[in-house]
Structures are given as structure tokens and as C-alpha cells.
């Protein structure tokens, strides 16, 4: 079934009776509480749940999952509600579990360098409560989205290309699944090569296969030292190789992020800087101060053979805050460039080599159709975003930015990249899944799924169609 | 079926005339060819497979795997048979794919850090390939393993605490399943959140869900500098507490090995060494010369503060070389303690908290049990190998050993550790895989398999019972 087949029908009134009976006053059919459960932050039409679970443990999400087998009623986990591709909308109604209160830290090792929580912790609760201990949780996909559902969309954000996305810092899950059964998908040893990768099935399986209760994720060392440093390019392209030559060399740079000229024209304006106006290179180091000291002085090097020559550093912790709130604040000083207007985010991520070409074209695409789009990206995984601006009611801007992200698409799909490097499918992008990895592989998805969730009632019509 | 269950039928007439019209000479049914292709390194009782495949291409192996299902027939993919958990052992006979001769290294990408192989190149045969691109391929599970191979049982080795494992440098298989359809479980970008994870399904599933024939995997810039150290330490504690320091410090060590005093016995006395007696570290470090010196001198105080005096240098690439080949000849050391006999390999990982007390609780039970064993560890990870030295005809030391591989696998577990670090579950962990993973998961592996090998001729009797 697909979104448009997806049937929906009123909760039967013995599983609202039980459910009530499990949670008291945390379930709610409220309308306003449905509302807000049916959307998240992209342009996607919200579908309201029937109810809502707040739960408390993993006991009670088995205790709903089984009710709502028993009804073949669909169940959605929702953390904070900050994905980009509709993925929480109550296509065929169903319970909503929102997992914001489940939301206690239960166990940090620091001579391991990991932490178990339950999915509802945000990461920067996480990062609160690390505080005192020298240890941090990097990945930032710019939201403060629960680790729960970064974990469910397999988030980044800007330092992956330091230290990685979901998929490498996820130690192991617990997933209670669509029978009820509650599996924990590895144990808290740094690597195992004992059976399939559970974990790594369930991280990015958006909710599709299971409702993710608890994490155990990897923590690093708050390094020593960290500096942070803009460079102006004459060109996209001059830009792309300074990070191809940078990464190349081994240097382990932290952030390193692309933001074209209108993307410099509309933070300039946001945040009251006065940035040169130029395809612009943001730079996070971390190490030891000698480490990071050395790794600027090489990528200044490279960046000055790549007719760049205003290395500007950032390096008191005021300065650095105040350039990456900018680049944190991209999209809003984006969206500010036309006010009251939305964005259609996109996210394609392409070989390093093919970057420079794909955000050129790109750039070409947003001028010949008349949109207003800035590019950032998290240039050192060759993944970037461009979301056009829009006004829902304008039928024939809407035409030219379906034209845009279909042109913006296949051209990723053509350098052998993704249409998603970090947003995910949820519903925007299943047209995309068959053109990008074939049907033999997207019939075993759906293999997969059936097998996982026989009554498809996990997150149903997102992903992978069954 | 498991092992004990497995019914073994000779090969149909039918199905052996239409593998020798395929393949000609290409396909032998001679025995010693057969027997060679049905053991491996390590204990476990050689099963020759009826017919050996010598394959040139993803369509040979695909016309191969539709002739096997059409007979219901077992098909084991081979790679240089050097797995260490019987995984190559055709338990129910059937048809041995040998990947040797497709060993062609398809296309390097300099700029993308990535290559694309096919699976029977060996990590030699790449890195020698790539001498002169400035680029290597880090993984280093001692043998050299096919690329095929390494991925089927999430390999890793003496760098993966720097450089992770296989599960983190494949990009992206092809894949022949149980019906002779092919996929490519990604494209070519380092990152997408693009539908299920079908990479690390099949990184780590021993050929049981079907034969990888290329693969893509992350290449590294060669290091401008690269040092090694040696110290010796006072107790297997004060040395593994120095480890935690140094990973929780930050520093990128790029190798950093446990070995035990009989283990330093060993390798003096088989590398013709002069090492100290005592548990001792070996380390290597990767960057730039001032980062490299940086990094070994913040080390060095490390193990200063634990106690630690004799940290010695060898930073030429002599002193190196010989160095890391006392490293790998480290099993041929501990065999070389009683000639004639075999080792019994164990692979468990434990969190590093854990770690010191799992190795010198070890120790004491090859004390104990009267068993001749050494200890090595790929220590930042918290994964150790022990492999008591046994002689097949001595039933009382068989005993001992099994009692004693017993011990180490419940201590791990109890640990929250695992059976295997690097190994896989192949025979010889099967028990295991349940104490370690519960029911329900174990259960939920079973489901996979199933749904994708429905007719079970995939490696049969191997990893998990269905």
C-alpha cells in the first residue's frame, strides 16, 4: 500500500477503551495534540493522528504495539517532530507514541565513551548533562532532535565527515517490534561480527520496522582545542578542490561546509555580518592546539593555491559561536530572503569529485527557473541542500520547483549519488528509491518489511511500498 | 537445519552437466580441489563441497545460484579460505563458488577515496595496486583475505581503531541473492539516509543471504609520517588503563596492541626478539611528523603515569617493518611453543572498561586448566584473541579447552561484550549467538534469512539455524 491506497478508518472504540486503561490522562485525542503529532518541518501535508501516547517505558510501547496488532491499527513514533520529509504524518490515522518523556539519560560510561538513553533525550540535553564529564555527542543535524529519531533517519549534520552519521555512532537499539517483541540489537562491545547487523537495519528504518525505545550511542573526548576559520573563493569549483586536497591529505578536519553566494548575501543580512559576497568555506579543527594549529596552517596552504587569500580565523569561542550560529541559522536567513514564503528542502549528496559540477548546474537550474534558492553544504561528504522558496498558492512556482528537485535529482542519481544523503525517504522521496537503487533491491526492502512487519502497520506508506 | 541436521545428497546429474557447459574446465569435481575448498583455517572439521566453480563474472555467478535453486542445491562462496569459524565447510555439499579469479580492481577514484573491486582481490593486491596513488586501504585482518571475504565477515584487524572496521569502508556490494537476481545495495556517495541499510545487511552475513561479487570500499590518504613504540608495562591493567587514556585524550593512534608475557616469550623467541617480559604495548601513529611526535609524546606520559619506563622508538621503517611482523607472526609465535600442535581461536570484545579484568581472569583460567595459551588484543577496541594450543587426539585437553572457551564466552557476554569481535559466527559460535543476542533477536535473524533464502542454499548451516 502507498499513501494514496492507504485506508483510513476511525480507531475502534475497544482499543481507545484499552488504551486509555494503560495510560491514563498520557493518552490524548485532543485535537490540537493530533495536530501538532500529524506534521513535522517540512512542506508535507500533515495527517493528524487518532490519539496520543505519551509513554514512560519500553513496557508500554510493547503493551500499545500489541493493542494495535491486535486492531491492525498503525502506529507512529514521533520525537520532537523535526524531520524533513513528512515522515510522522498519520497517513491511515493510528496511534502517535511520542517519546518525549521518555527522556532520562540512564547510564554514561566514560571509560567506554558511550551512553544508553531512551529515545526521547534530544542531543543537546545529552550534551548538558556530559558537561562536566570532557565528553560530547557530535553529530548535529542543526535541530534538537531526539537520538531516537536521528537514530530512525540516520541524521548528520556538519561534522560527520569527522565523525561519522547515526550509522557509525549508534552502538545498539532497543526496538520493540511490530508483534510486540522487543529485541536490544547488540551488546555495548565497540565492534562484534555475531550475526546481521540488527542495529544498522533499524538505523534509517524510519520508524518502518519497529519503535525505537532506547540507545546506546558513542561519545568522544571534548578536544583540547578548537578553532574555527572562513575563507572566501573565487569559485564553487576552487572551493571543492581545496576540500578534495584537504581531505586527500589526511587532515581530520571537524566541520567544513559550503555556502554559495546568495547563501552569503542572505546570512550577511540575517545575522548582521559582513561576509565577502563568494562561494565561502566554513572550517571547524579540533585537537591538540598544536594539532589544530598545524592543520589550519596546511588547509590555509591549500586554499591559497586555490586563489583563495582572505583566511579569516574564528579562534576565541565567541567568535567561532557567532560564525556557526550564522551557518546554524542558514535556512531562516534563507526563508527571511522572501518572508512568508516556505522552503522545499532538498538534500542529494554526490561523489566529492562530481560536487562542484552538481552545485554549478544547480545554481544554473535555480537562475534558468526562476527560483530563489541558497546552497549549504556539508561540502567534505558531498551532500548539500538547496531549498527553493515557495508560496503554497502559486500553482506555477510550484510547477517550476517540482521541475527543479526532479532536474536536481537525476543529476545526483546520474554522478552515482543519492536523492537523500541525511534527510531520508519518509514520503517526499519514494518515487526516487526504485531510480536509485534499482528494483531488485527495492523488492528486497519491501522483502524486508513484510517479513519485519507482516501487518504493515509499523509507520505504514513511508519508504518502501508493500 | 543446523550442522547435525543437514542432509548431504550427492550433486544431480542434471545440475553437474549444466555447470560444465557453463564453465567448462572451469568446474572441478577433482577431490583434492574439492577438499581444499572445503576447510579453512581454522579447527573445524573440513566438508569438501561436491564442485568447485571457478568463476570470471556476476553473470557466471548469477547462471550459477538459478542452476543451484532450481536443485535446491548448496552454494558456498569462497574467497581464499583463511575465515576461522568453518565458514567455508560444505556441510551439506553443493557447489563452491571460488571468487579467486575475479580479482580485478575495477576503477580507483583519487578523488573520492574510494575503489571499486571485484571480490576476489586480496588487500595485498590492492594496496599494491594503489602504491603509487598515494592512497591505501587500511584494513589489515592479518591474512590476506579477499575483499569478498572480509566483507562477509565484517573483518577488521590491528587499525580498526582508527580506521574502524568493514562495516564502516564498504560503500557498497553487489550482490547475487538465492534466486540469481542481482542488486547494488548503494551508489558511490559517502553518505545517504536512501531506504533500509542492504550495505551492512550483507556486511557480516557469511554468505548465508547470498554471494557478494564487487564491491566499493574508502581508501586513505598514505600518511605523510607513521612511528611505532613499544612498552613494556607492570600489569595488564596499568597497560589497558593507559589505552583508555589515550582514546579518551583523542589521540588518533592508528594501532595500539596488547600483547601478554607468554605471548612476548613466544614472539622473542620465534621473531628472535630481545622484548622485556611483561605485558606490553605495541603502538603505531599516523599523521604529520609534528603530529606524529606530538601523539607519541603524550603517550609516552600516559604510560609514564602507569607506571611504565622503557617506551622505545621505532620510527625507522626497518625497526617498523620488523616491529608489526612480530605482530603477525604472533599466532605462528604461540604455535611454535609446541610444534605439531594447533590453535584453538577465540575473538571475544568486551567493553575496554572491562577489559584488564576479562584478560587476567582469562590468564588465570589457561593457568588452571593446565592449557598452554597466549594473549593478544586489539586493545582499543576491547577484542582479544587466545587460541590454547591442543592436540586433536588428546581428548583430556579437548576437554579442558572447551571448558575453557565456555568460561571466556560467559565472562564476555556477562561483560556485556560479544562471542566475536572480527571472526564471525560461522559453526563454531552458533551456540552462542542466542546467550548473546536473546531469543527474540536471534529469532528476528532467523526471519531474515528465511525471507531472503527461503529454499536455505545459501552457506547452509552456518551463522544462524533455520
Known amino acids: 500500500m502507498n499513501a494514496s491506497t492507504l485506508r483510513r478508518e476511525p480507531l475502534e472504540p475497544l482499543l481507545l477503551d484499552s488504551l486509555r486503561q494503560l ?11 493530533c495536530a501538532h503529532h500529524g506534521r513535522d518541518e517540512s512542506y508535507h501535508a500533515p495527517h493528524a493522528p487518532d490519539a496520543v501516547a505519551f509513554v514512560h517505558s519500553t513496557e508500554e510501547v510493547v503493551a500499545i504495539v500489541k493493542l494495535c496488532a491486535e486492531h491492525k491499527t498503525p502506529v507512529i513514533a514521533f520525537g520532537t517532530g523535526t524531520s524533513l520529509e513528512g515522515h510522522v504524518a498519520a497517513l491511515a490515522g493510528g496511534v502517535c507514541i511520542d517519546m518525549s518523556q521518555m527522556n532520562r539519560i540512564l547510564r554514561v560510561n566514560l571509560e567506554d565513551l558511550d551512553v544508553l538513553v531512551e529515545a526521547g533525550v534530544t542531543r543537546k540535553q545529552l550534551n548538558e548533562h556530559l558537561r562536566d564529564t570532557g565528553l560530547f555527542f557530535p553529530i548535529d543535524p542543526g535541530a534538537d532532535a531526539s537520538l531516537g529519531g536521528m537514530a530512525a533517519t540516520r541524521a548528520s549534520g556538519t561534522n560527520a565527515v569527522r565523525y561519522g552519521t547515526m550509522r557509525e555512532n549508534v552502538l545498539a537499539l532497543t526496538v520493540v517490534l511490530a508483534d510486540g517483541r522487543v529485541i536490544r540489537t547488540a551488546r555495548r562491545a565497540r565492534k562484534s561480527a555475531a550475526g546481521y547487523d540488527l542495529t544498522r537495519l533499524f538505523v534509517g528504518s524510519e520508524g518502518t520496522l519497529g519503535v525505537i525505545t532506547e540507545l546506546a550511542v558513542r561519545l568522544y573526548g571534548i578536544p583540547e582545542a578548537i578553532s574555527a576559520a572562513v575563507c572566501a573563493f573565487p569559485s564553487i569549483e576552487s572551493a571543492v578542490d581545496t576540500v578534495i586536497l584537504t581531505i586527500q591529505s589526511g587532515i581530520p578536519v571537524a566541520r567544513i561546509e559550503l555556502l554559495d553566494e546568495s547563501q552569503m548575501v542572505a546570512i550577511n543580512r540575517y545575522s548582521k555580518l559582513d561576509h565577502k559576497v563568494a562561494p565561502t568555506l566554513f572550517f571547524e579543527f579540533h585537537g591538540t592546539p598544536a594539532g589544530v594549529a598545524e592543520q589550519a596552517e596546511i588547509v590555509k596552504a591549500i586554499a591559497g593555491e586555490h586563489g583563495a587569500d582572505d583566511f579569516q580565523w574564528a579562534t576565541t569561542s565567541e567568535a ?6 550564522a551557518r546554524h541559522d542558514a535556512y531562516y536567513a534563507a526563508l527571511a530572503l522572501r518572508p512568508g514564503s516556505k522552503g522545499f528542502a532538498t538534500d542529494v549528496c554526490v561523489p566529492i569529485s562530481r560536487l562542484a559540477e552538481c552545485v554549478e548546474a544547480t545554481q544554473r537550474d535555480i537562475a534558468e527557473l526562476g527560483l530563489l534558492a541558497t546552497i549549504v553544504g556539508h561540502v567534505g561528504d558531498g ?4 531549498a527553493p522558496l515557495f508560496d503554497p498558492e502559486d500553482r506555477d512556482e510550484m510547477k517550476r520547483i517540482e521541475s527543479f528537485v526532479e532536474r536536481l535529482v537525476g543529476r545526483a542519481l546520474a554522478m552515482e549519488g543519492t536523492c537523500t544523503g541525511e534527510h531520508g525517504i519518509g514520503q517526499g522521496k519514494m518515487k526516487y528509491l526504485e531510480r536509485e537503487h534499482g528494483a531488485a533491491a527495492v523488492e528486497l526492502m519491501a522483502t524486508l518489511k513484510r517479513s519485519i512487519d507482516p501487518l504493515n502497520i509499523m509507520n505504514p506508506g513511508k519508504m518502501v511500498q508493500v
Open 320 to 325: 567561532r559561536s557567532k560564525l556557526w550560529q
Open 383 to 386: 551532500n548539500f541542500h538547496t
Open 23 to 33: 495510560l491514563g490522562d498520557r493518552l490524548s485525542t485532543a485535537a490540537a495534540v
